[in-house]
T-cell receptor
Framework: SQKIEQNSEALNIQEGKTATLTCNYT??????LQWYRQDPGRGPVFLLL?????KEKRKERLKVTFDTTLKQSLFHITASQPADSATYLC????????????FGAGTRLAVHP | SQTIHQWPATLVQPVGSPLSLECTVE??????LYWYRQAAGRGLQLLFY??????ISSEVPQNLSASRPQDRQFILSSKKLLLSDSGFYLC?????????FGPGTRLTVT
């Protein structure tokens, strides 16, 4: 069956450390993968997109990797801050699909001072 | 710049009552529009998407329907709500690959 899996348990880290979140998928062949941030009671906010032919993408303190062989994406936040505390969602996108996305359930990140 | 509006922000409705949630987008033309539902602690479930006026595709057969009467207006409806319709409803728009979400409507069916 088709699945997208993100760490169901919350990730707790100390301020200043690097947070690493994982997104694994099964029986999908996405053309690209996206990461979103969602704060409680709010809509998700787009962060980064990485295409199937890209290994790594960076934006400020964020880094995303995409391994289509392992069917996995890693999302890193370096020098984490308490303001980075939120739920992070990964989403798979497919070519020719009217930009339809399939979302994972998300991982909650808590950065402690 | 583009903005997306949803209303109402919260709604409490009894079982069997009708539903109408509205979403409007400003600052863009002919966007793709989407309705999602998010249950507590769960991922986003795509309900409907639209690539143009009057063009609606349903992803999951259920008690809900959608309409797009104008280019930048997307409406989610139900004739009779079920308890299982409770959740956080999100509207989104896209022009390219990334999607931009509205603030959401928290629906509680009692």
């Amino acid at each position: 069956s088709q699945k997208i899996e993100q760490n169901s348990e919350a990730l707790n880290i100390q301020e200043g450390k690097t947070a690493t979140l994982t997104c694994n998928y099964t029986n999908y062949s996405p053309a690209y993968l996206q990461w979103y941030r969602q704060d409680p009671g709010r809509g998700p906010v787009f962060l980064l997109l990485i295409r199937e032919n890209e290994k790594e993408k960076r934006k400020e303190r964020l880094k995303v990797t995409f391994d289509t062989t392992l069917k996995q994406s890693l999302f890193h936040i370096t020098a984490s801050q308490p303001a980075d505390s939120a739920t992070y969602l990964c989403a798979l996108g497919f070519s020719g699909g009217y930009n339809k996305l399939i979302f994972g359930a998300g991982t909650r990140l808590a950065v402690h001072p | 710049s583009q903005t997306i509006h949803q209303w109402p922000a919260t709604l409490v409705q009894p079982v069997g009552s009708p539903l109408s949630l509205e979403c409007t987008v400003e600052g863009t033309s002919n966007p793709n529009l989407y309705w999602y539902r998010q249950a507590a602690g769960r991922g986003l479930q795509l309900l409907f998407y639209s690539v143009g006026i009057g063009q609606i595709s349903s992803e999951v057969p259920q008690n809900l329907s959608a309409s797009r009467p104008q280019d930048r207006q997307f409406i989610l409806s139900s004739k009779k709500l079920l308890l299982s319709d409770s959740g956080f409803y999100l509207c989104a728009w896209s022009e390219w690959s990334e999607q931009y979400f509205g603030p959401g409507t928290r629906l509680t069916v009692t």
